[in-house]
């Protein structure tokens, strides 16, 4: 049975850093490619970031680009999204996925195998 547990989220000012955690069991972090989506208040989810099968490969929304980092811990089996110079817009409940895939893409849209129950992060101005 595949889960997917996030944790590390919480109330931050602007300007602040939070590390999401998202620490998997049943599958293996280093064998699928994850993501890290958001839903905040009133909107749809939308992709934030992900790293592909390999490690080598990973993804930004252009929203978050050069303010969040996303990486591994293979010994751990969980995958991590560090996030600074949080802004207001950026409060949304975030959640990791997995998906199945070998190789470079490194998908945007719903289409993850699983995906875990969320982690609330509050920015505040």
């Known amino acids: 049975q595949v889960q997917l547990v996030e944790s590390g989220g919480g109330l931050v000012q602007a300007g602040g850093s939070l590390r999401l955690s998202c620490a998997a069991s049943g599958l293996t972090v280093s064998r699928v490619t994850m993501g890290w989506f958001r839903r905040a208040p009133g909107k749809e989810r939308e992709y934030v970031s992900g790293?592909?099968?390999?490690?080598?490969?990973?993804d930004y929304a252009d929203s978050v680009k050069g303010r969040f980092t996303i990486s591994r811990d293979n010994a751990k089996n969980t995958v991590y999204l560090q996030m600074n110079s949080l802004k207001p817009e950026d409060t949304a409940v975030y959640y990791c996925?997995?998906?199945?895939?070998?190789?470079?893409?490194?998908?945007?849209?719903?289409?993850?195998?699983?995906w875990g129950q969320g982690t609330q992060v509050t920015v505040s101005s």
């Open positions: 790293i592909n099968w390999s490690g080598v490969i990973t």
């Open positions: 996925a997995a998906k199945f895939i070998i190789g470079a893409t490194i998908p945007r849209g719903n289409e993850y195998n699983y």
